[in-house]
């Protein structure tokens, strides 16, 4: 999961809205472009926008305050660090902890609360099946965008120059 402003543009997501996924994503890379095709109903968005993110990087971030100040996220980082994920090995992801905690580059905690609300929405969505359904479908129908069959077409035309026969 991108931080706004950080990823140019992925093509896995691409792939997975193309195949019916919904997406759960930040303002950010292709996740703009899949927004705007499919519509807002059908993307859980969730994170700061990229002006937020400026805004936190120069008031200056400090990932451990996320940490002490938000009981959810403390258990979740709590948990992995416990070996419950490693065969009771403690140590096992210490260096992935010590970066949440220290450097968090992706700002990961900070959106924690945003992304947390945000999968409340898939929850709910997914329960209704019909609805589900119904965002699959259109996902599939307004993406034809990404095919590499467009792609190749505009390779031709814009870039080579040239037309197919």
């Known amino acids: 999961i991108s ?10 997501n691409m ?7 919904l997406t759960i994503g930040t303002d950010d890379g292709a996740n703009v472009e899949i927004r705007k095709l499919v ?11 990229e002006p ?8 200056g971030y400090h990932p451990r ?5 938000n009981p959810q996220l403390r258990a979740a980082i709590d948990l992995v660090g416990s070996g419950a994920f490693s065969n ?14 220290h450097d968090d580059p992706f ?28 965002s699959a479908i259109l996902n599939v129908a307004r993406s034809g965008f990404f095919s590499s069959d467009r ?9 080579w120059k040239i037309w197919a026969v």
């Open 88 to 101: 009771g090995d403690r140590g096992r992801f210490g260096s992935i902890i010590g970066n949440w905690l």
């Open 151 to 159: 792609s190749m077409h505009d390779y031709l035309v814009k870039i």
């Open 39 to 49: 519509g807002d109903d059908h993307f859980f968005l969730f994170g700061m926008t």
């Open 107 to 134: 700002m990961a905690l900070a959106d924690f609360e945003a992304y947390m609300a945000a999968q409340q929405r898939v929850e709910a969505a997914y329960a209704d099946t019909e609805g589900w359904t119904r």
């Open 52 to 59: 937020e993110v400026s805004a936190l990087q120069a008031k």
């Open 3 to 12: 931080l706004a402003g950080k990823e140019a543009s992925g093509t896995g």
């Open 65 to 69: 305050s996320y940490y002490e100040t």
């Open 15 to 21: 792939k997975f809205t193309l195949n019916g996924a």
